[in-house]
């Protein structure tokens, strides 16, 4: 059975920041509970309380509230009225639609002093004989009754013909609470009776006892059982609604199970029919890697022959948080898990797994991954900075003056140029043998300002 759990109480508290201590109000309706528990340990200070449509078969576990003044348990399985003499408080108790037929029962009420407002409308205690006013002399308290306001006229006519109306009352219970227990009983072989005919027609449809049926291959008998499940429950399903049965407590609460259990088969066919996705393949038996995009990320590799590098930039999401992606570069592909997810590309060459370096961009959120070449190669930059040939520098006087401009090829071997920056300085040092280092620069600087007077407050 289901029951009053802290995790529900705390949900419904998110009025109260989900402090439930300090809890004065709290709606626990349609919630499936069976039995009520713990809310006089939890919540001491509840005010309002509010518990209609569930299952709850008893009053109980409330009489600790002392601060409770409204109680709403409509729609619920209650037979009698107990447990309420705590609730000092309590000034209107709504028992609308539940089973309540031992009218007597509401005598306990005669210690809740405040009690102003009683619904008890849909029970089956309204249809005594002098029902009215067996509540109305009973409860001297009451000010309403069903939504009907009690006059002075008539609790005094009610008081006149009390003894009678309460011997009637009595005996209409003996005879409620009789043909409770024979309602009891039929419940109760009804659910034996279902039960026993649903074995029966699995075993008949099944064919259990016949010889043939252990000959069947494996495969066969399990699609023809389970297709056997399936006309039992439908068969099942229709007799269970149209079968005329009394509204009593274990009818409703046979029809919730009912319900709840016909949800659950559902869900476990739904389980069983979903099939499991295969592991993705990212290595071959042969030890070939695969590439995979499992995530369905947008990437870009940029071949960064300048530094000698292969630069992955792999778009994973901008909040996404970092401790849910986890990087492996090999020599010859990588792979990035996003949120468990593989994304694997192979590389176009060999890279240096130990000097790969991994960062977020501050600006996009986006992975960056820098992976060194394994091979080291000479940059056509360097030979342009260490050397350059007098031919290459006249072609590009000459192309200069004729006004054409020279598109510059990818190829660094076809065509190799000085840097634009030190373009000057190169022409003059022209024919003039090795080049000079630094030094000669600031000699010169020196000779050039010698005759200036140093002034230390300028």
């Avoid at 920041?17 to 709606?27: A, G, V």
Wanted: proline share 4%; net charge negative.
């Amino acid at each position: 059975f289901l029951s009053v759990t802290e995790d529900l109480v705390r949900r419904r508290a998110e009025h109260n920041n989900c402090e439930i201590f300090s809890l004065e109000e709290i709606s626990l309706h349609q919630q499936e509970i069976e039995k009520l528990e713990y809310l006089d340990k939890w919540c001491r200070d509840l005010k309002i309380l509010y518990l209609q449509n569930n299952l709850i078969p008893k009053i109980e576990n409330v009489g600790r509230l002392k601060k409770l003044e409204y109680l709403n348990i409509a729609l619920n399985n209650i037979e009698r009225i107990e447990n309420l003499e705590g609730c000092e408080e309590l000034k209107k108790l709504d028992l609308t639609a539940n089973f309540i037929g031992e009218l007597s029962s509401i005598e306990v009420l005669k210690y809740n002093i405040h009690l102003k407002e009683l619904f008890l409308v849909g029970n089956p205690c309204t249809e005594f004989e002098g029902y009215r006013q067996f509540v109305v002399a009973t409860l001297h308290q009451l000010k309403c009754l069903d939504s009907k306001e009690i006059e002075r006229s008539e609790r005094i006519r009610a008081l006149q013909s009390y003894p009678e109306v309460k011997e009637k009352i009595r005996e209409q219970e003996k005879a409620y609470l009789l043909k409770r227990a024979k309602e009891k009983e039929d419940a109760q072989r009804r659910m034996q009776e279902r039960k026993d005919k649903k074995e029966n027609q699995m075993e008949s449809k099944l064919g259990i006892d016949s010889p043939d049926s252990l000959q069947d291959n494996e495969n066969p008998q399990t699609e023809r059982e389970q297709q056997t499940w399936e006309e039992v429950a439908d068969e099942e399903d229709r007799r269970f609604w149209e079968e005329p049965t009394p509204y009593t407590p274990e009818s409703r609460l046979e029809t919730h199970r009912y319900i709840e259990e016909k949800r659950r088969a559902k869900d476990n066919i739904r389980e069983s029919k979903k099939k499991e996705k295969p592991l993705r393949t990212l290595i071959t038996a042969e030890g070939k890697a695969l590439n995979v995009n499992e995530p369905k990320l947008h990437f870009s590799l940029e071949d960064d022959e300048e530094n000698n590098q292969f630069i992955l930039d792999l778009a994973v999401y901008r909040h996404l948080d970092t401790s849910l992606l986890d990087v492996d570069v090999q020599p010859s592909y990588i792979r990035v898990l996003v949120k468990g997810k593989p994304f694997q590309l192979v590389l176009p060459e060999e890279v240096k797994p130990d000097s790969s370096s991994a960062k977020r961009s501050q600006t996009t959120g986006h992975l960056v991954v820098s992976m060194p070449k394994a091979e080291e190669i000479i940059l056509a930059k360097q030979k342009v900075s260490t050397s350059i040939k007098t031919s290459d520098s006249n072609i590009l006087q000459k192309s200069t003056r004729s006004g054409q401009v020279e598109k510059l090829e990818v190829d660094p071997s076809k065509y190799s140029f000085p840097d634009v920056t030190k373009i000057i300085q190169e022409k003059e040092r022209i024919g003039q043998g090795p080049v000079r280092l630094q030094p000669a620069k600031i000699t010169e600087t020196k000779k050039s300002y010698a005759d200036i007077e140093n002034d230390e407050d300028v």
